[in-house]
């Protein structure tokens, strides 16, 4: 059964948090259409590590092209925890921040013990804004912070 792109009876801040769930489900279940629900537009920015290596995704096209098109075969666990929201009553953006965890593995290779993977923590720094044709909070921009990594990095190449 196909996750709903939203949910009711959220409290504003869990709503905030909600558009960050539905981009890592999307990527862990490869459902294109709660992938998409989670962004604001065309118009929005990825930001994949902090250093000079860094990634930059400046539009929701590229963004499907190399994460969601690449990822989302994968088998792959998405998680995030200790989520801070900043957000003022009223207002229509907000700013969250979250530890993560990622894992990566080959398609139809998760289950091997031995297998390659690939296991990113770090965090994520979220700008959100309230959709104001449908009141759903949605990134805007989502910059990775990568504290470490452990495995097979070229699995994501």
Not at 85 to 111: F, I, N, W
Not at 119 to 145: H, M, P, T
Request: with cysteine.
């Amino acid at each position: 059964m196909a996750s709903p792109y939203f949910l009711s009876g959220l409290t504003t801040r869990e709503a905030i948090i909600d558009a960050m769930t539905r981009v890592l489900v999307a990527l862990d279940e490869g459902d294109a259409g709660l992938f998409d629900s989670a962004w604001a537009g065309d118009d929005v920015y990825v930001q994949i590590g902090t250093d000079d290596n860094k990634k930059v995704f400046p539009s929701l096209a590229l963004v499907r092209k190399v994460v969601f098109d690449r990822v989302a075969l994968m088998d792959t666990t998405h998680s995030f925890t200790t989520p801070r929201v900043y957000y003022e009553e009223g207002s229509d953006t907000a700013r969250m921040t979250a530890v993560s965890l990622a894992q990566h593995c080959p398609e139809g290779r998760g289950k091997e013990p031995d297998g390659p993977k690939y296991l990113v923590g770090g965090q994520y720094n979220v700008d959100l804004v309230r959709d104001s044709a449908d009141g759903v909070w949605k990134i805007k921009k989502w910059v990775i912070k990568i504290n470490w990594a452990q495995g097979d990095a070229s699995i994501l190449a």
